[in-house]
């Protein structure tokens, strides 16, 4: 809960302090038990602490002391958090008033101690990290149409197009590397974070891909809604070029409703905007709307997610704007031994508002309908060492054949996780 405790106290501290106010309260010093707003109100602060928003349950600490000065667990927990966020000398006015006006347990006057020893600093930043090599297969390298030609209507009918050899698939070996990087922001929760992911193809160097992206994530809480807001920027690499960058904020919901054990369910609102560096006919703003339930009993986890989504062209784009939605399934389970499986399927589909480019004599409304099947079995070598194979399959099926496309990929990574 509060920074330089440790593990031990902090256990003793969320075990006995409720316990201990109520005794306070019922003693013959004590103003009335507590009403249930109150109570309420310690339960909203508490809550903020486990989720690592101090400042926010500092403030519901001080309201609660307001309304109910002998509420013992208020004054203690409203301690620490002040000396954990650097700020001695309200800490220090506050121990005073838990050691005199109250009769603090033996656990409580030694966990007192124990921060006045060490000193009311800010502690330093919690930070985690990892990395990760792979090496894969992929029998679609540039997304080639599954039929070998193309049929366009003319003025003398029907007429059978060879389609090119760079326009079938190829298939190539590649080898990705990748980064994570989180640190905590501030005093209420906030983290902040980078990530980086590379591509690099044996013999299809034009295909070579990488990406860097980084942003911040806050949790925020309004009554009983739990809520995490991300704000992100990117961009993306082709063959060494900048090829696209991206903007992207989200806002992610835990709704409140009376859901059986271990159940979830979120709604996530994002708007993203892509910038492609020289096709600028592709820019575009996309807007998505997801639900989401999850569900977990004992080592099997499992979700589905809905969404909508709205893709709105900035330039000329063949097609111009077009919406979609998709459906995703997912489990994982604990499969003994330190391993660990993973299934997700994925259908999705985008319908375009106008004919994709007529002056090409593609005079049809795209409609694009894609199935993704990804599994994956990780197994943990060490603490901080997994090795993930993982394996994908994309059905991509659409009313203009060229676009159609097969692909499977198979790839072997190493993970670690650091500190």
Not at 111 to 125: N, T, V
Not at 149 to 175: A, W
Not at 212 to 233: C, D, H, K, N, Q
Request: hydrophobic share 40%.
């Amino acid at each position: 809960m509060i920074a330089r405790i440790s593990p031990g106290m902090l256990a003793v501290l969320l075990a006995c302090a409720p316990a201990w106010a109520a005794a306070q309260a019922s003693g013959p010093s004590s103003a009335a038990t507590p009403a249930r707003p109150e109570e309420a109100l310690y339960q909203e602060a508490l809550q903020s602490l486990s989720e690592g928003r101090k400042n926010d349950a500092s403030v519901a600490l001080t309201r609660l002391i307001e309304q109910v000065p002998q509420h013992a667990g208020a004054v203690i927990d409203l301690a620490l958090i002040q000396c954990s966020l650097g700020n001695a000398d309200e800490a220090e006015r506050l121990f005073a008033i838990v050691e005199t006006r109250f009769e603090p347990s033996r656990e409580i006057l030694e966990l007192i101690a124990e921060m006045r020893d060490s000193g009311c600093k800010r502690p330093a930043p919690a930070t985690t990290a990892s990395m990760s090599i792979g090496r894969g297969i992929d029998d679609n390298v540039n997304q080639g149409a599954s039929n070998s030609s193309f049929i366009v209507s003319g003025p003398d009918g029907e007429v059978e197009l060879p389609l090119l050899e760079d326009f079938l698939p190829k298939r190539d070996g590649y080898t990705t590397v990748g980064a994570d990087y989180v640190r905590g922001v501030g005093s209420n929760g906030s983290l902040g974070f980078m990530q980086f992911q590379a591509r690099r193809y044996d013999r299809m160097q034009a295909y070579n891909t990488s990406a860097v992206y980084g942003g911040i994530e806050s949790p925020w809480r309004f009554g009983a809604w739990t809520m995490r807001s991300t704000a992100s920027l990117g961009m993306t690499t082709m063959a060494g070029r900048l090829y696209q960058k991206q903007a992207q904020a989200q806002l992610r919901v835990a709704v409140p409703l009376p859901l059986p054990a271990n159940t979830q369910f979120y709604l996530t609102g994002s708007a993203m905007r892509t910038n492609y560096v020289t096709l600028h006919s592709f820019d575009s703003d996309v807007m998505e709307a997801r639900a989401q339930l999850a569900h977990q009993t004992g080592t099997l986890a499992a979700s589905a997610a809905l969404g909508v989504l709205s893709d709105r062209a900035r330039g000329n784009r063949p097609g111009g704007n077009r919406h979609g939605n998709y459906l995703t399934l997912s489990l994982r389970k604990e499969l003994g031994w330190d391993t660990h499986g993973e299934i997700a399927w994925t259908r999705q589909q985008w319908d375009s508002a106008a004919a994709y480019s007529p002056e090409l004599l593609i005079d049809q409304v795209r409609a694009q309908r894609t199935r993704v099947l990804r599994a994956a079995v990780s197994y943990q070598l060490a603490k901080d060492q997994t090795v993930v194979l993982e394996g994908r399959m994309v059905r991509n099926r659409e009313n203009i054949s060229i676009f159609q496309y097969n692909n499977r990929q198979l790839q072997l990574s190493w993970q670690w996780q650091f500190p």
